[in-house]
């Protein structure tokens, strides 16, 4: 019986050690996926980089079918170092599209302030939101469903919005997604933390997701209510 009890524990610390390091090599991996993000969006800026212009339907669906695409290879390669390659051409083609907003907030008075407002706004969510998901005792899994239901609903809005051009329905989308997304950081990194997800590029790229729609909408909000033209 002690030996049961004694391989007990072993098993169990041997899971928290897996545990520990998978959330570990997420967060470095994050931090690193930020360089090829910047330097998307800063080359998009520089190149006035943009999908088909004038045409925001078919941008769009362009940009989703890329996306995907590069989200389905993460998948497929996530057990080699391959899927590093493939995660960080994500970030890299997640910030050329974000270059187009990074370029019409840096039309501003205040643009950069309006940009690095945004940036520690997102960090500040992500420090709170993993924190919280690190110590809660909480379950945060049944979250999930209810997430997944609100992020089909923001993205059926914003596909009815790219043609309706409603601003009060763009601001809510906008302050929704917010809130989705910080409670998916929530429910994504204590995932990792139960053992719910076990590689750690699959773990970076949804949280990369979560803290990169985190930011595009702050940014959105803050250049809406807070932008100087000169």
């Known amino acids: 019986m002690s030996q049961n009890f004694e391989q007990s524990i072993g098993f169990s610390n041997d899971t928290a050690l897996i545990r520990h390091r998978v959330l570990r090599n997420t967060y470095w991996l994050l931090a690193l996926s930020m360089v090829p993000t910047v330097l998307g969006a800063w080359l998009g800026v520089e190149m006035n980089f943009s999908l088909f212009p004038g045409r925001p339907g078919m941008s769009f669906l362009i940009f989703m079918v890329v996306a995907f695409g590069f989200m389905y290879a ?91 051009h409603i601003p009060a329905l763009y601001l809510t989308i906008s302050v929704i997604a917010i809130g989705i997304f910080s409670a998916y950081i929530l429910y994504d990194v204590q995932q990792v933390i139960n053992g719910g997800e076990t590689n750690y590029i699959s773990a970076t790229l949804r949280i990369y997701l979560d803290v990169y729609n985190i930011f595009v909408n702050l940014l959105s909000l803050l250049g809406i209510f807070g932008g100087n033209r000169n």
Request: glycine letters at 14%; hydrophobic letters at 55%.
């Open 74 to 164: 993460i998948e497929r390669t996530k057990e080699s170092a391959v899927g590093v390659a493939v995660l960080l051409g994500f970030t890299f083609f997640m910030g050329l599209m974000l270059s187009r907003l990074i370029g019409y907030t840096l039309g501003f008075s205040n643009g950069g302030t309006l940009i690095m407002t945004a940036f520690g706004g997102t960090a500040a969510i992500l420090a709170v939101m993993a924190s919280i998901a690190t110590t809660s005792k909480r379950d945060f899994s049944g979250l999930g469903k209810w997430l997944f239901v609100g992020l089909m609903v923001i993205i059926v809005a914003s596909i009815a919005n790219i043609f309706l």
